[in-house]
């Protein structure tokens, strides 16, 4: 007799098959225009953009806030994401949140948690239920998403403003090392590297008056500071590289620096400036396993890589759809060897696309963002999931364009819901998904339809009288469900989702 053990664990081995990451297919990049039938989808709504190699599933992840202000008059705001170097899923990928605000199930796009005192709000790479919080004051929280709890785990002191970044730095991939930027009262500016797993600094380095007249939100001199995803290297673009204006910084060593600059994090000691300027871009891997910046350069059109080890880079893809203006994200750490690239302008196409960290030329179209782009709150900026198999980008899908305030977030990937292979075999579909009270079936008469939870516990046995088959879900509790449908000797799993 078969065990139950066994039996969930071989079910579990066939979803994990079933749902595994999936990408569009590898190929050259095509300057695809969007199509112009598709209007925006509802809250926890999808469409499909079929206009690029690897049809796309987008689904719509927030919606608007309305609210009254403090004289008592309605106000609307629109929740989004906050960059393509934030990571907007947990480790796992069941959580999404937007901005610091609320944390959502991905699977229902329903509110879970709404978070409190944790801006800015960072992931952990490693523990799908923890958010860390690096505060100005040089607190540095840690927020334990079950069980609803904050722990203050440090406090920086010494220092009139303690940032991660500012805005474009990342904790590195085993959640060990994070690089802080502490503005003294003399304007002068330290570079802190902060040990996750013993809660100390360990290493820190002044560079004076490099804060200067910086306003509160960044220095006058620095861009950025991170470390990079192995944690071995601390990674400095000076703010000359994109405003000229600001001239170079020189050290209490009478030492110019400017452009894109590498240290070693044990010591935050130069190493090399690899790029004399800088654009937008994120520190990833290529493929050959070594350490890199992604970036568009300022005034040419491609994407381009730089090797932190100095050995050198190479132009990525020369396309010239590809500009300055664009915008990357490594944030895909369980894939390495691609780089995610927001292309913003409709008229040079308006797409999403992976590419491939290495000469080869190859990408993956992952559709189009149909945002206006007319506003930063309205520039996709899209950032790639822990996977890399779907990414969230910022859209108004051409409503907002005569007012930049209106985005919203969407996913985005392959339909993942069956292979291929399944969807020919069963012609299956099941409306509507996500579902509140019940689902059709459209199959073919005498099919059975068996529902499991996501753990592969058999809920109910339901067999079809007719093409049309009606199933009640009312008595279920919101969450993630399979319909496996047999025929013939024939078998197939179809995923739904219980609001």
Wanted: glycine share 8%.
């Amino acid at each position: 007799m078969v065990t139950k053990t066994y039996l969930v664990a071989l079910f579990g081995l066939f979803f994990i098959q079933i749902i595994n990451a999936q990408f569009p297919q590898d190929g050259t990049y095509q300057s695809i225009n969007p199509p112009n039938t598709l209007a925006m989808p509802d809250y926890g709504q999808r469409v499909m953009d079929n206009s690029v190699p690897s049809p796309i599933e987008i689904i719509r992840v927030t919606e608007a806030f309305h609210y009254n202000d403090g004289n008592g008059n309605p106000q609307v705001w629109y929740p989004i994401h906050e960059y393509a170097k934030t990571q907007v899923w947990n480790a796992d990928q069941t959580k999404y949140k937007v901005a610091s605000w609320k944390v959502y199930d991905a699977a229902t796009y329903q509110e879970e948690r709404e978070l409190s005192s944790m801006y800015p709000s960072y992931w952990s790479n490693v523990d799908a239920d923890i958010i860390w919080s690096f505060r100005e004051d040089g607190a540095i929280k840690k927020y334990n998403v079950s069980t609803n709890t904050t722990q203050t785990v440090a406090n920086i002191a010494g220092y009139e403003l303690v940032k991660l970044g500012p805005g474009e730095g990342n904790i590195d991939k085993n959640d060990h090392y994070v690089a802080l930027v502490g503005k003294k009262a003399n304007n002068d500016l330290d570079v802190i590297i902060f040990d996750l797993q013993t809660n100390q600094i360990t290493q820190t380095v002044t560079f004076a008056n490099a804060w200067g007249n910086g306003t509160d939100y960044a220095p006058q001199f620095i861009d950025w500071v991170s470390v990079s995803q192995s944690g071995d290297y601390v990674v400095v673009l000076w703010s000359n590289a994109w405003n000229e204006t600001v001239g170079f910084y020189t050290d209490q060593n009478n030492v110019d620096h400017y452009g894109l600059e590498v240290y070693n994090r044990a010591g935050i000691q130069y190493q090399r400036r690899i790029d004399d300027s800088a654009g937008h871009g994120d520190l990833g891997y290529a493929v050959d396993g070594d350490e890199v910046f992604v970036q568009f350069q300022a005034g040419q059109a491609g994407v381009y890589m730089q090797k932190l080890n100095g050995t050198g880079g190479i132009v990525v893809n020369n396309h010239p759809n590809f500009t300055a203006s664009g915008h990357v994200s490594c944030r895909n750490i369980n894939r390495p060897g691609w780089a995610y690239i927001t292309i913003p302008a409709q008229n040079l196409s308006g797409q999403i696309v992976a590419v491939k960290l290495d000469n080869s030329g190859t990408v993956e179209h992952f559709g189009h963002h149909f945002s206006s782009n007319i506003s930063y709150d309205q520039s996709p900026m899209a950032v790639a999931s822990p996977d890399g198999d779907k990414i969230c980008f910022k859209s108004d899908f051409g409503t907002g364009a005569n007012d930049g305030d209106i985005a919203y977030s969407f996913f985005a990937g392959i339909d993942k819901t069956v292979s291929v292979e399944e969807k020919q075999l069963n012609s299956l579909h099941i409306y509507p998904n996500p579902a509140n009270d019940f689902i059709n079936i459209s199959g073919k008469t005498n099919a059975i339809y068996t529902i499991y939870d996501c753990t592969g516990k058999l809920i109910f046995i339901q067999k079809a009288n007719t093409a049309i088959t009606t199933i009640d879900l009312s008595k279920l509790n919101a969450g993630v469900y399979f319909v496996q449908s047999k025929l013939d000797n024939k078998t197939s799993f179809n995923k739904i989702i219980k609001r």
